[in-house]
């Protein structure tokens, strides 16, 4: 079912086009993460017939595809080798491309554990503002020549380039797991969690949902089999990770605004109105509220966090304080000068 | 030496008055050392690479963060360029000091501020070493997962901008990996914070662009370093093979197996002969190559992976698999790795430690192509390897006081540089290109991406006046000195001047 095709000329001319006749560019993969980010008023420039897979060796644990390839093809390939992305993307859709999965940045339960996917970028090909065709950083593990362009593309949201090709760092996936659930209070939960961080066990991913604890346990047969005799709790299907993942556990059934809170992992409960479910051993939680974005960024903030809201929203990302848009716009104005890819996406300024 | 900033291919430097600015300074700060007379500057005219010297205009040694703004704030009004330097262990050059520039030297801001357990970081002023983070995280079992070898001694805002990795980086990561937040001055003396204490930040990854970016960006005035909890066990194993292919394949053999060792290391015979004189660790001096492998993690999954690896080993074609019967055989076992630089130091009176990464698959093609270019300039090449992850350490054996011979350790160090880029490799894993890459840069890198960086450079500091020089060539040099790197076997007599 692959349908490898190299589409880069034509991803050219349209960028060209763009910068001759001043034209933005709405850079779309397979749409499924529309529903973050500000509105862009621009062209489509639609990236998933550049796709396919150009290398993959189990043995390297690298990867590269060109950014339309859908996620589901890179995972299946992974899949046979018995290997996986790490930081278990959010698909959020049938047709999400790794383009996109880079571009958003976002990453799953294992996220505080192994890292998030800008951890695992390793290099890029872009197609910059000034039109041109390049390539940063590489398909080795260590790199340090020259500026870290392509892990800053991570979670740029195609403000800075067109990504055309990515390559990642990937790992066997671990030989055993088994999932629990243990009755906790919000409190107790969070301070177990910040006891068995600083304990070799095996946790791989660890969400709350205000009644119960659940936990992924990963590793070889005998850490994952004594870290269940000691945790105790009732065994939990392992599917509830990909549901969280996706958004799709009840939590998220609602039509209430969605916001993402990114706090230190032991923060407390947050003292909002709504519904919270917490997620990466605490580090990420779910709101559902209504309450203005002030005063959500507000309670935010003073733990020494940041919010994103779901859906539309003129200022869904935290607004970023001077000197930090500041450097951000003239990054922008670098990398971007005429500004065509995806003005506006992330803050009105940038 | 061509090393050195050259003004007709690196671009003009500003003209500082030394006079006025260290009376402006010392005005300001009335309390801030500065050192300024010949004799106190010597010391710090180079860094850990020490083949290349230049005593710089002024050295300002802060103890407050404050002085480094007021410092920065002069500096930049002044249009004096600024290096700056941690404890001064880089390799590459990075705070090679400009004759008319000031050294800033972090050192002394070496305060570990705040261990919190609970939430697994550390929050450290730049001046503070590499170790001491881990041994002030011991007694909660926790620790600071990058080591570079020079650990003992170097400084973290040092790795911040170096992005340092040490021989743990497959499993546990590089610097960049480990980071949370860093607050940084700007070029014209303003606080910023990159990163948060949360695991992202708004905007964009900004904490991911100024790692590594060997002082061109901003000076790191303090960083948050995520902790992990320590290892329960380490097991160690000594492989060894009649050839150096079958080691490479080895590696490759475990990784398929599923396991990630958190140190993976291979020496090819030189070093190992080098390294048993030198410490006695019990390496098998008849081995075509040896590989060290480490299994670390809960108790029952090393015991279980030490059972597979070695299976894996003997497999793989190894004459011998050792496990170090106890923590002292470990560390015996690990102090031969760590002291291969130092123990090829004695068998030759000077040598140059190179630090390409290539695809693993490539290793047998690329130690070849070492070996042939060995032969080619005549001078011995020592092959220490992060087998991992792809890093290279070839050691190149020399003596300085030879006439041509540092010339020809450094074209041959090019051309093994050169090597690494051609099979899709870099010029540089985790040293830093500072000076002593600069001309690579051109290989690894064309005009196009070489012009990118700098509008990199221009975002943060358009004045360009931190650590000019480093990290990014101009395309001037590279027109210069790239092409010479282009012709492979073409490269002219390496004893003629090269401007």
Request: hydrophobic letters at 40%; one cysteine or more.
């Amino acid at each position: 079912m692959r349908q490898d095709h190299d589409d880069s000329t034509s991803m050219m001319e349209q960028v060209s086009y763009a910068l001759n006749k001043r034209v933005p560019l709405r850079i779309q993969g397979g749409n499924t993460k529309a529903n973050i980010g500000r509105k862009v008023v621009g062209e489509i420039l639609n990236t998933r017939s550049h796709r396919g897979i150009i290398s993959y060796d189990p043995t390297e644990l690298v990867l590269t595809a060109r950014a339309g390839t859908p996620l589901t093809e890179i995972e299946a390939v992974l899949e046979a080798e018995n290997q996986m992305l790490p930081f278990e993307p959010p698909h959020l859709g049938q047709s999400a491309t790794l383009g996109g999965m880079v571009a958003s940045g976002f990453s799953g339960p294992r996220r505080p554990w192994a890292g998030s996917v800008r951890d695992y970028v390793l290099g890029t090909r872009i197609i910059t503002g000034h039109g041109k065709l390049l390539r940063f950083g590489g398909e080795v593990m260590k790199n340090v020549a020259g500026y870290d362009l392509s892990r800053l593309m991570a979670g740029s949201f195609g403000c800075l380039g067109l990504l055309t090709e990515i390559s990642l760092k990937v790992l066997p996936k671990p030989r055993q797991c088994a999932s629990v659930k243990l009755e906790l209070d919000t409190h107790q939960a969070l301070a177990k969690l910040a006891a068995w961080g600083q304990q070799p066990i095996p946790i791989s991913a660890a969400s709350h949902d205000g009644k119960f604890l659940h936990l992924r346990l990963e590793g070889g047969e005998g850490s994952v089999k004594s870290a269940c005799d000691r945790l105790g709790g009732e065994a939990l299907d392992g599917s509830y990770w990909s549901k969280l993942r996706e958004r799709q556990l009840p939590f998220f059934d609602t039509s209430e605004p969605l916001w993402r809170i990114s706090v230190p992992n032991n923060s407390a409960v947050l003292n909002l109105p709504g519904k919270q479910l917490l997620d990466w051993g605490g580090a990420q939680r779910w709101l559902l509220t209504d309450e203005p974005a002030e005063v959500v960024r507000l309670a935010v903030t003073a733990l020494g966090g940041h919010a994103t809201r779901f859906g539309t929203h003129e200022s869904p990302f935290q607004p970023l304080p001077e000197p930090l848009l500041r450097y951000h716009q003239r990054l922008k104005l670098q990398l971007d000068p005429q500004r065509i890819f995806n003005p506006g996406r992330m803050y009105a300024e940038v | 030496m061509n090393i050195l900033y050259d003004e007709r291919v690196d671009g003009a430097l500003p003209r500082p008055d030394k006079a006025k600015l260290l009376a402006q300074l010392s005005d300001a700060m009335p309390s801030l050392e500065i050192l300024h007379t010949l004799e106190d500057l010597r010391p710090y005219e180079c860094d850990g690479l020490s083949a290349y010297r230049v005593v710089p205009l002024l050295v300002v040694l802060p103890d407050q963060i404050d002085q480094v703004q007021t410092i920065l704030k002069l500096c930049h009004s002044n249009n004096v360029p600024v290096v700056a330097r941690g404890a001064g262990t880089g390799l590459s050059g990075g705070a090679l000091p400009l004759e008319q520039g000031v050294l800033l030297v972090m050192a002394r801001f070496n305060r570990i501020i705040e261990v919190n357990a609970d939430s697994r970081y550390a929050r450290v002023q730049p001046g503070v070493r590499n170790l001491a983070i881990s041994q002030a995280a011991a007694p909660h079992g926790l620790y600071y997962a990058p080591d570079p070898s020079s650990q003992i001694a170097c400084s973290i805002g040092g790795n911040v901008a170096e992005n340092a990795g040490g021989v743990h980086c497959l499993k546990y990561g590089l610097t960049v990996h480990n980071l949370l937040r860093v607050d940084i001055l700007t070029a014209d003396g303003e606080f910023m914070t990159l990163g948060s204490d949360a695991l992202d930040c708004p905007g964009f990854d900004l904490l991911a662009l100024f790692t590594g970016s060997e002082g061109m960006l901003g000076v790191v005035t303090e960083v948050t370093v995520k902790l992990l909890p320590k290892p329960q066990v380490a097991r160690v194993m000594l492989a060894s093979f009649d050839s150096v292919e079958m080691a490479g394949r080895a590696v490759g053999d475990i990784i398929s197996a599923g396991i990630i060792p958190g140190g993976l290391e291979m020496m090819d015979n030189l070093s190992i002969r080098a390294t048993e004189d030198f410490i006695h660790a019990g390496y098998p001096i008849d081995a075509a190559a040896m590989l060290l492998c480490e299994l670390d993690g809960v108790e029952a999954d090393v015991h279980e992976d030490c059972e597979r690896v070695e299976q894996v080993l003997k497999l793989a074609g190894a004459t011998s698999v050792r496990l170090a019967r106890d923590e002292a055989e470990r560390a015996r076992f690990w102090a031969g790795r760590k002291n291969a630089f130092p123990a090829v130091g004695r068998i030759s009176p000077d040598y140059y430690c190179m630090d390409g990464t290539i695809p693993r698959r490539e290793l047998p093609k690329v130690l070849k192509g070492i070996d042939e270019l060995s032969n080619e300039f005549g001078l011995r090449v020592a092959n220490v390897f992060h087998a991992g992850d792809g890093n290279m350490h070839p050691l190149i054996l020399f003596d300085a006081n030879q006439p041509g011979e540092l010339n020809r350790a450094e074209a041959l160090g090019a051309k093994i540089l050169e090597l690494c880029v051609d099979v899709g490799g870099s010029i540089t894993g985790e040293h830093g290109v500072g000076r002593e890459k600069i001309n690579q840069m051109c290989a690894q890198f064309n005009s196009d991406e070489i012009t990118l960086f700098h509008a990199i450079k221009k975002a943060f500091d358009p004045n360009g006046l931190l650590n000019p020089g480093k990290n990014i060539p101009t395309l001037n040099r590279c027109a210069e000195f790239g092409s010479m790197h282009i012709h492979r076997g073409n490269l002219p007599f390496p004893e003629l001047e090269r401007f």
